[in-house]
């Protein structure tokens, strides 16, 4: 059976991890992923440096043993040179010295083969050691310089979405912004202000239409007083023409001044 604990742990470091990465600064993990990128360049370059180094420490080394052979060979030879000399003349102790000496020699230039032999070996092995490190620092090389220029990307992209997020924001704050509730707008003063004038018109309207319709009523009332009146005067002169059919005696005199005074009461 699992350790609570242990579970509880583990799932709070997760969450901890979890919550730190979704907080994160992307600037900040892409400088992290440089760090990395370089630190990781920088191994594989000492790295190789240490291959080639060894490498180059086989060369030297086999290069002394070379010198070192060349030395004894030529050291047992002169031995062995001595000792035939000393031989031919007679001197065998001087002989059997040199010829001592020149089977030291033999012994020492054996031992040097040897190790010069073994030395080529791990050359060879290194020199084939040296070329693929040398492979895999310029490849890392190269491969570091891909990063450097997805990271500028990164970086650029990281800005760019910044300003988009800056300018996201300014919209939704410009969006949330309301109208003061203690200050007309603009829509309700103009409403008020049609509303009375339309109000206004509405009266000027009634007022022009009473104005007119007492005018034509006096007006109307002015032509049915004339018409009275002229109604009156046609009823006199038919009541002042019968009068004077009955008397028949109207004189020339009378009759035109009768006329003259009818003409002006008519008028």
Sequence with gaps: MANPFS?????????????????????VQIQQATEAAKKQHREVTESAARIIGNRNQLEMTLNR????????????????????????????????EYTNTAEIFAT????????????????????????????????????????????????????QAKMQESSNQALESMQGIQADDSVPTLDSVRAKIEARYATALGAQELTENSVRGR??????????????????????????GSTAAGTGEITAGESAGDTDQEDTQGR
Excluded at 215 to 239: C, F, P, T, V, Y
């Design 215 to 240: 005018m034509a009523e006096i007006e109307s009332s002015g032509r049915d007083m004339a018409a009275s009146s002229r109604l009156e005067q046609i009823r006199a002169e038919l009541a002042g």
């Design 7 to 27: 579970k509880g742990w583990k799932y709070l470091m997760q969450s901890l991890d979890t919550t730190i990465e979704e907080n994160a600064d992307p600037k």
């Design 108 to 159: 020492q230039l054996v031992t040097v083969e040897q190790e010069i032999e073994d030395t080529k070996k791990m050359h060879a092995q290194a020199t084939q050691a040296a070329e693929q490190a040398q492979q895999q620092q310029r490849q890392s090389e190269v491969r570091l310089k891909e990063q450097m220029g997805q990271i500028d990307q990164l970086r650029a992209q990281v800005d």
């Design 65 to 96: 043993l070379v010198k070192d052979q060349e030395k004894l060979q030529d050291n047992a030879r002169a031995a062995l040179q001595q000792a035939d000399k000393a031989a031919a003349g007679g001197d065998t102790t001087a002989a059997t």
